[in-house]
């Protein structure tokens, strides 16, 4: 008998800060046995090896900031049979999105003494707005047992499981009393995708939705709420535009209060 040919998986790096590559790895035993089922074709993070596509499942980390990131998704694209983006970055923008709300070129002439070599786009946006994707994993950085069932589904053709309620279902789960009722701290965990295990609020802190917006968040009666907790506009705004300042719920409740 022959040998069974593994899958195929490609990792890919767009403009990011690499977490969400480093949550893969940092699944230890786990990172044994995807080792054992697929066969790891392209992985810089990991591997100086590369192989030749086409690939059968690419995981895409980061957001389009240059022309030459815009070219190459394109590439990453016609190559992948399945592409799964990971990440604030890829699927919101990240927070070089914050760019989206200024002009760029006065960033880059305030940073850079030869602005002029600078490449980039006006904008920061995600894989999404540039070719068809076929699912999107959030968080900051991506969590990895929700990574581990993405690829543990695609390998198998089903679709992936992972939780579409907000962060709040995930304190009443571990028993954490609501901030926002018990001591009017505000807390975007009303309309923060599930993903995190609420750690935040665990520690006392409110959630900064690092996770992006669940699944039809109700942004405008959040911060209506944070209103009446002595939330001004500015402050509101600020809790918005973090690290997925362009999702686009939460893109528009902030310009709202910026207005």
């Not at 589904?153 to 579409?164: D, I, Q, S, V, Y």
């Not at 006392?204 to 944070?226: A, D, H, I, M, V």
Request: net charge neutral.
């Amino acid at each position: 008998m022959g040998r069974k040919i593994k899958p195929k998986l490609a990792v890919w790096k767009f403009s990011s800060c690499d977490g969400c590559q480093l949550s893969l790895l940092d699944c230890e035993d786990e990172l044994l046995d995807v080792a054992g089922a697929v066969e790891i074709a392209n992985f810089p993070e990991a591997s100086r090896a590369i192989m030749k596509g086409p690939y059968d499942l690419s995981l895409v980390e980061g957001s389009i900031t240059t022309p030459h990131d815009a070219e190459r998704i394109h590439r990453v694209r016609r190559m992948s049979k399945f592409l799964v983006t990971i990440g604030a970055c890829a699927t919101a923008g990240g927070i070089q999105a914050l760019r989206n709300f200024k002009n760029v070129k006065d960033f880059i002439t305030a940073v850079y003494p030869m602005p002029d070599f600078i490449e980039t786009l006006n904008k920061s946006t995600p894989i999404a707005d540039h070719v068809p994707v076929d699912f999107e994993l959030r968080g900051c950085p991506v969590s990895k047992s929700q990574l581990l069932e993405v690829l543990s589904a695609f390998l198998h053709g089903r679709k992936p499981n992972t939780h579409a309620h907000s962060v709040c279902i995930e304190c009443k789960r571990r028993g954490t009393v609501c901030l926002m009722v018990a001591s009017g701290t505000p807390c975007l965990g009303p309309v923060t995708h599930a993903g995190c295990g609420a750690i935040c609020p665990a520690y006392n802190r409110g959630c900064y939705g690092c996770f992006g917006p669940k699944e039809t968040p109700n942004t405008e009666s959040l911060t209506r709420q944070w209103s009446t907790l002595g939330v001004d506009d500015p402050d509101i705004v600020r809790a918005l535009r973090g690290f997925n300042a362009c999702a686009d719920s939460f893109r528009k409740e902030s310009e709202a209060h910026e207005r």
